[in-house]
Structure formats: C-alpha cells, structure tokens
C-alpha cells in the first residue's frame, strides 16, 4: 500500500509539472500554430516577476497571481509588436521568438543578475503512507490541475472560448461574421502567456527561478504538445498523462536519466505509430 | 578602483584585455617594457558562470595590485579574458588562440573539470603552463599543470571523519553531478566512507539539467541514510537544496557537501534552505583572520561589490598570487624556467600559507570543515593546518616522471 502511494505521488508531480511547462504552448503553438521558441523564457519571467513580488512583501500565492498577470502583459505586448505580423510565416516567427529569448535571458541576467533565487513556501513536509513529500508539491499538482480545468471550460462553455476556437479554425468565416479576429489573437496569445507565467511562478518555491531556467523545460513542454496532435487541450493532457506515468514510474524505479531517455523514446516510437499525435484520428476535440 | 569600461579593449578574437591604467604603469615605471600575457578563460554568461564571475575580478585585482607594486620582473601584466560561455568546445577554442596567436606566458582558468581536461592537453602540445583555480577530484599528475584547490585527500580527508565518526553519519547516500568530476568524486566518498567504516548504500547520477528530484529523495527516504552526500553542480541542481528542505529537512538527516559553498549557494538560498549543510572549504569570507579580512576589504574597494565572495573568487587571486611567486623565482617567465622553481613556492594568502607541492603541482593548504548557521554564514568547526595533497601523492611523482601528463583515478575495492 505505502509503495502504492509513492508511484501514485510520483506520477500525478510528473503529470502536474508537465501540465504547468505545457498547458501555455498547448494553446500558442498547439492552436494557434505559432512556435514560440521564448515559451521558456515566459516561465522564467512568470519566476522573477513571482520572486519580484514577494520581495516587495506581497504573500507568496498572491505575486503567483501578479507574475501571472504581468507575463499575460509582457505576451500582449509581444504579439502587438512582433508576432501579429510573422502569422502563417513559420520560419520568420521561429527567428524573431529564438531572438526574444535571447533578448529576456539577457535583460534578466542584466538586472537581476546570473544566480538563481529562491522564495520558499514554508509549508514543510507531509506524510503520504511513511513518505515525506513536499507540502507545496500538493498545492503544485492541485494548481495545475485547476489550471487545467479552468482553460478547459473557458475555451469549451464560454462565448469568448467559442469566437476563439472558430477564429483559429477559419479566421476568414470568423471575421465574415463580425468577430474581430486581431484581438482574439492578441488575447489568446496573452492568456497562453499568462498561463505559462503564472507556472514559472508556482515552480519558484521548490525549483527557483535562475535565467536559465526556460532552457530545462522548453523541450519537455514542445514534445507534450506535438505528440498530443491537432486537438491541443485534450492532446498535451493525454501525453503529460503518458509521459507522466513514465516519468514517475521509471525515475523512482530506476532513475532520472533512464526515465528520460524512456521518455523521448516512446514519444519516437509513438510519433512513428501516429504521426498526426494523439489526437491525430479524433474528429472533435478541444 | 572599479573595471570600468575604459580599461577594457575588445581583442577581435573575441577575447577582451585588462591592461591597469596608464597612470598606474607610467608611476611604476613599467609603461615602457613588454607587457607580461596571462590569459584567464572562464565563464562570465551561461549556466556555470556562478563559479566564474568573482574569479574574474579577483584575477584582475591581483594583476592591478602586481602591476602597481612595480609589476613581475619590472614588466606590467596584461590580462586577457576570454569568455568561454560554459561551453567546452569554445574552451578549446580560446586555449588554442591563447598560446598560438595571442602568444600568453600563461594560462589561468576552466572551472569544471571537463574544461580542465579540453584545456591541458592543448597547453601540452604548444608547451605552454596552465595554472586550474578550482576544487577537483584528484589525481593529475602534469607538470604543465598546476592545481591551487582542494583535493579529496584534503576536502574528504578533512570532511568524512568528521561526518562519520563524530555526528555518527555511518550510513550515507551519495549523489553526485553525472560527469568526470562527480564520477570520480563519488568512488573517493565511497572509499572514505568505507575506510572509515562506514556503509554507502547508494551513488546516483544527475545529469546536469535536471532539477525535479521528487524520485531521488522518494529513494533516499526508502533507504533511511544517517547522512545523504551531494556533489552536485550548477544551476539546476540547487533545486535539490530547496527540495530537501521542503521534504526532509537537515535536522532530520544531515546533509554534506563537496560543492556547496563554491557556486555561492547558501546566498542564492533562503537561510531556511541552507542551514546546517556541512562542508569543508579552504577559504570563506567569514574566516576571520586578519589576512582573510583584509583580502574581502580589498576585493569590495575594487569591486564595488558588497557580496559574498567566496573559495572561487579567492582561488583566482591565490593562482594568481603563486604563479606570480614562481616567476619571480625563477626569474623568467619562460614555461620551463617557472616549472622548474615551482615545488616549494609558497605564498601568504587570504586562508592562510599556501605552498605548491612540487612531486605533485599541488596546493598544501588549511583545510575548515564548517557548518552553515541560519544567517547564510559558514561556521568553521575543526580546522586542519597545512593539508598535503595526499591522494595525488600517492599516485603521482613528477619529480621521477616528468613526461607524465595521465589524470589517475581512486580504484575501489
């Protein structure tokens, strides 16, 4: 029963670290084709701006919440001035966001220096069946997860998630039919920015935040997405739930290096086994 | 004196050259002579340069104050800096481009031990002297090749006995960064560990990007360690700090380090995090002797700075300070001349004397084995005077095998 909870524990962190690095690709590039190279740099950004705010003496959950906000700031500003007019050019958008990461990596390493930082959450361990786990790891994996439902039902039962679901499907009909289709851009583009903001700040208690930290996650989160194929919600849930269980499993079992290595190397075998992802043969879809 | 953006020309090799200011040369009358080249690669951008930054300016302070004090057999030194962005490949870049087209008497530089070992090789084919100002595992035996930081037979000398024997740390759990360095690293805790009578029940391996260590800890807590080892590395791998904290705790099992500390961790943590890790250093900002104070006084006036400096930062001016010591007594800064006086050079340093062991190109040194408290301070518990590199002595006899150039490694049982 006790080794029962550990791989329970282990695959649901996994699943919710997964989640939280992908859930803003899912919808920049997953929906709205745009491959933005800088999505690590954003999770960065979401980190500083959460360890900015707790220095300025706001509680922990609410800087989250702040860094959230001003990196959906930052990815407005973005698509207002560089990505609005690369849309459909996928090699000029490719260079342009390689360039904003570079340029966030610099800018933070320039003001707030090369070491990392860390805000911890003071919540101290709690016993799951004999295993000390994190407390905050709870708090983790029960964000993503709210995370993840919240984005799900404004996309699936809100009219804002409708006009956005058709704008990205046929912006032609959309605009035909009255739907100001720059701005849903814009919006989607500052809400999957938000999100993954809102993530670099909820890794800050148990991860840190250091200027390169985009660089260890950005690969995992494209790799979730593309193998989750044309329906990005439902398809990065169904791979980070895949990966997730690997990952869990494999690391404690074996260890880190070989649970990635397994990783990479069932989403090879399974890009091959569908190369459309998988969702690639679901008719409806978020 | 800060470095100011003056003093610095860019070098269209991409490398940038620290001259001291005019007026410092022409007042001791060395503005005249053919400048001294030391080149200093290090890493100023990238995930390593936590090891990197304040060794760069302590090597800059230690060529201003020898050029101000009339300069190195009465030539000023010119630095120049190469910036090898944590990368291997421009590490050898830059080693090559210093002796063959800069043409440096000298080599300072590479902190990991893989960049050690991209660079050693190269100063061998083109004769040159290469002088590593970092904490390694142990073991090279090449006269080209001078070490001014702890060795295992002095940081786990000191370390592991203390941890084993008096705080009881009999069982221990070893992780250690997936590299040269923590390969070898990890074999010398297990010997230590075993010699002393105590029990490893593991080594892992983390490679270096990865920062999620919820399964490594979920195994540590399975196997009940008195004392769980790190000699993990870099950026990603602080994370393992913040998440003991949050999962175990260091009053509930120890926790040691060989890398705490260099990196400047324990500042970069909240105090909460880091309170209680132990270690073994030869120097801290917090040592509290008069050299050592005066040495932090000196580097905050250059630099500006106001933070912890630390055993990295002090290792370049103490690399700095004993190849100088060389060349002045050899009396030319030819890379032969200055091999040849090297056994028994010995400065008085910010830790203490230090003193190159010439069977070996070693640094005798004092050893403290320290505790953090829970103000991001390092409290020395035992010290040990004028520590011998035991473990490369043992193994390595330049003296008797001057064309030996091999890195030897600690065999188990």
Redesign the interface.
Known sequence: MDSLM?YV??IA??FS?LILISLGLALIFGMMKVINLAQGEFLMLGAYFCVLGSNLGLPLWLAMLAAGLAVGLVGVIVERTVIRFLYGRVLDTLLATWGISLFLMGIV?TVAG????????N???VSLGG???????LVMIGAALMMLLGTYAIWRFTNLGLLVRGTMQNPEMARALGTNTSMIYMFTFGFGSAITGLAGALLV????A?P??G??YISKAFIAVISGGPWPLIGTVSASGLYGVID?VV??EL???L??ICVLFVAVIMLRLLPQGITGRMRKGI | MKLSRRQFTRLASGGLAFASLQGTLSSAALAQEKPIKVANILDQTGGLNIYSLKQMKAVAMAADEINKAGGLLGRPLELIFYDAQSSNQLYSQYATQALLRDEVDVIHGGVTSSSREVIRPIVNRFKGLYVYNSLYEGGVCDRRHISTGMVPGQQLDALCPYVVNELGGKKGYILAADYNYGHITSKWLQKYIRDLGGEDLAVEFIPLDVSNFSSVLARIQDAKPDVVWSALVGAAHMSFYRQFHATIGTDKMMLASTTYSIGREQVELAPEEGEGIILATSFYDGLDTPAANDFVRRFKEYTGENDYIGEYGEGGYRGMSLWAEAVRRAGSVEPDAVMASLGGTSVEGAGGLYTIDGQTNHTVMNIHVAVQDDKQEFKAIRTFDQKPPIDTQLVCNLNENPDDTTQYEVQLD
Do not use: R
């Not at chain 1, 090369?114 to 959450?121: L, M």
């Not at chain 1, 295993?131 to 790891?137: A, D, E, I, K």
């Not at chain 1, 208690?205 to 840190?208: D, I, M, R, Y």
């Open positions: 550990v524990y282990q962190f996994s670290i390493t090369p070491q990392s930082q860390s805000v911890p959450s919540m101290g361990p295993l000390n786990v994190p407390g905050y790891s208690p148990l991860f840190g250091s390169t930290m660089g260890f869990g690391s404690y260890s880190p290096v649970a990635e």
